[in-house]
Each structure stands twice: as C-alpha cells, then as structure tokens.
C-alpha cells in the first residue's frame, strides 16, 4: 500500500463537514500525489498515509460508527481531528467533541491537535425547537433558536480561515516529531 503523506477522510452528511474537509485538503501543503481526500461513505480502507486529517459532523454529542472504526484502526500514525456542529459555539463545546474522538485513538498514535466550527443545520431541527412552545420554558427555547439562527452562515470564510491556521499548526507539529 503507498504511504501518503497526507490523508484527509470526512464524514458529511448536508455538506458542511465537507466544505472544511475541502479547505484543509487544499491548504496542506504537499504536492497533488502525496495526499488525498475521501467521504468516509467510500473509503474502503486501501490508502494509508504518515499524516491523518479526520473530519465528522456531531451527532448527538459524538461521531459516527465509521469514524470510530478509522480512528480506533490507527497505529503510529499522527492524528488531527476537525469537523462541524450545530450548537457547540464554545471552545470546551468543541474540546468536548475533540476528546469524544480521540478517545478511539490509541496510544501509538501523536494528536496533531483538533478544529470545529458551526454548521448550518437542517430545518427539521428549527421545526423542533419550535414544537417544544408550550411544553418547554420559553426562554430556553429562544436561547435555542438563536443558537440555531447563528449557525445559518457557517461554515463561513473565517471558519477556513481558521481551518488553514489549523492545518498550518498541524503540519508544523508533525515535521517537528520527524526531528525530534
Ligand atoms: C441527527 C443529528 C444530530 C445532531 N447532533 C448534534 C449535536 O449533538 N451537537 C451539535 O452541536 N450539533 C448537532 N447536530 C448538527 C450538525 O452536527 C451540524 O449541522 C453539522 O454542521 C452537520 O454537518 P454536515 O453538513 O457535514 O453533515 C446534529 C444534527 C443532526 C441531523
């Protein structure tokens, strides 16, 4: 199997992870054949690279089965971990989500570190908040919606932004191993 030196793999359900997922692809700074991109819906485990960038949206405060598959099947590999969530708009929401991922990692591996951002979430979910009128605290509901209302516009250009300021930390990190 070719050993890449950089391998992104995201999990993206309404496209926001993959947008990030995209920038960071770009913004690693190997040339075209040294690194690669893959949906986690395709990946079928026959690329391995130094350097793993894995990205998933939160589900329900966690990432999905096939994520916790790829990052528990790593070994001596250097691991950062991204994505995007609705409403985590805090650094320990997005710490939180970072530490639920990399629990799966095992020992073996170096953390490069880790980026999230907000998500336009789906509709539906607004329509929830809203059927909670009547059997819920008002105030909660509201605080909620408007969670939900500054999620819209994301991921936006200062969340790429952010996301190549990850990757550029990332890649830092990782040569400095290399010397270490
Ligand atoms: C079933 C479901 C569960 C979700 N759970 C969470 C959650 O626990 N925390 C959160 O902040 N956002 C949650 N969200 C919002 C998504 O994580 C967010 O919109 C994300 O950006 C979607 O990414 P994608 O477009 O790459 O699929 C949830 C969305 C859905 C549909």
């Not at 949906?39 to 589900?59: H, K, M, Q």
């Not at 990692?105 to 998500?119: A, H, K, T, V």
């Not at 509901?141 to 991921?155: C, E, G, R, T, V």
């Amino acid at each position: 199997m070719p050993m890449l030196k950089y391998l992104v793999i995201y999990a993206s359900e309404t496209g926001n992870t993959k947008k990030v997922a995209e920038e960071i692809y770009k913004a690693l700074p190997s040339k075209k054949d040294d690194k690669a991109i893959v949906d986690v819906r395709t990946w079928n485990g026959s690329l391995d690279a130094e350097n793993y960038f894995i990205g998933f949206w939160a589900n329900r405060g966690s990432c999905s089965l096939e994520i916790i598959d790829i990052l528990s099947s790593l070994h001596n590999r250097n691991v950062a971990v991204f994505g995007t969530c609705g409403m985590g708009n805090t650094d320990s929401y997005y710490s939180g989500l970072a530490q639920n991922a990399t629990a799966w990692l095992s020992e073996s591996n170096n953390f490069l570190g880790s980026y999230f951002c907000q998500g336009r979430m789906q509709e539906s979910i607004r329509d929830k908040y809203e059927s909670y009128r009547g059997k819920c605290d008002d105030a909660k509901i509201d605080a909620m919606l408007k969670i939900y209302d500054s999620a819209l516009s994301h991921p936006n250009r200062e969340d790429f932004q952010k996301a190549r300021y990850f990757v550029d930390r990332c890649v830092k990190k990782a040569e400095n191993l290399v010397t270490a």
